[in-house]
């Protein structure tokens, strides 16, 4: 079984919401999910009204091309600080994403698809490693598809809305 270590402090993942934050969620999670999308705005807001909550979004392609290659270019983006902008932006769009929508979602939030597929070739190894660190914590919990939650040290699994999200960090934080 991976170690709370392992799962919410991955070194290799950018974290959103308070680096210092006194709880921590990690979502693992899908560009192509349904439930991921629709619930990532509520999510973020949760965090951004507490204030003390560290985000990590743990990529789990799940549904097929590409969901791999949009974690690959996104998780490309760690070291540059724009991650977020990358991230927000796809979790933003509706539906199934082909590769080539993936691109132009990601054009139209500033970047060049081009460059980040180079930035993907260039860090490959950790960026794969990171993907197959996700699966494999996710099949050990036994997860069985997107989203999934761990807060604090409990697992949800399933959508979230803001209200769960809210009363299941207050249960973290009562301990």
Same mark, same amino acid.
């Not at 796809?90 to 994403?97: F, H």
């Not at 054009?107 to 990171?130: H, Q, T, W």
């Given at each position: 079984m991976p170690t709370v270590e392992q799962v919410l402090f991955d070194p290799d993942i950018p974290v959103l919401g308070n680096p210092d934050g006194d709880i921590t969620i990690a979502e693992f999670f899908d560009y192509q999910c349904p439930f991921c999308k629709s619930g990532h705005s509520e999510l973020?807001?949760?965090v =951004? #009204?507490?204030?003390?909550?560290?985000?990590?979004? $743990?990529?789990?392609?799940?549904?097929? %091309?590409?969901?791999?290659?949009?974690?690959?270019?996104?998780?490309?983006?760690?070291?540059?600080g724009k991650y977020s902008d990358?991230?927000?932006?796809?979790?933003?769009?509706?539906?199934?994403? =082909? #590769?080539s929508e993936v691109d132009s979602v990601l054009? $139209?939030?500033?970047?060049?698809?081009? %460059?980040?597929?180079?930035?993907?070739?260039?860090?490959?190894?950790?960026?794969?490693?990171?993907v197959a660190r996700n699966m494999d914590q996710a099949n050990a919990f036994g997860f069985n598809g997107t989203p999934s939650?761990?807060?604090?040290?409990?697992?949800?699994?399933g959508a979230m809305d803001a209200k769960a999200l809210t009363d299941a960090v207050a249960e973290a934080r009562a301990g």
């Open positions: 973020v807001d949760v =951004e #009204k507490d204030g003390k909550i560290r985000l990590v979004m $743990k990529d789990w392609p799940i549904f097929g %091309a590409p969901s791999v290659y949009a974690s690959s270019l996104v998780l490309a983006l760690a070291g540059q990358a991230l927000h932006a796809l979790m933003a769009t509706k539906g199934r994403l =082909e #590769k054009a $139209k939030a500033g970047f060049d698809p081009a %460059a980040l597929v180079e930035a993907y070739r260039k860090d490959s190894a950790r960026v794969d490693a990171i939650f761990i807060i604090g040290t409990k697992i949800f699994h």
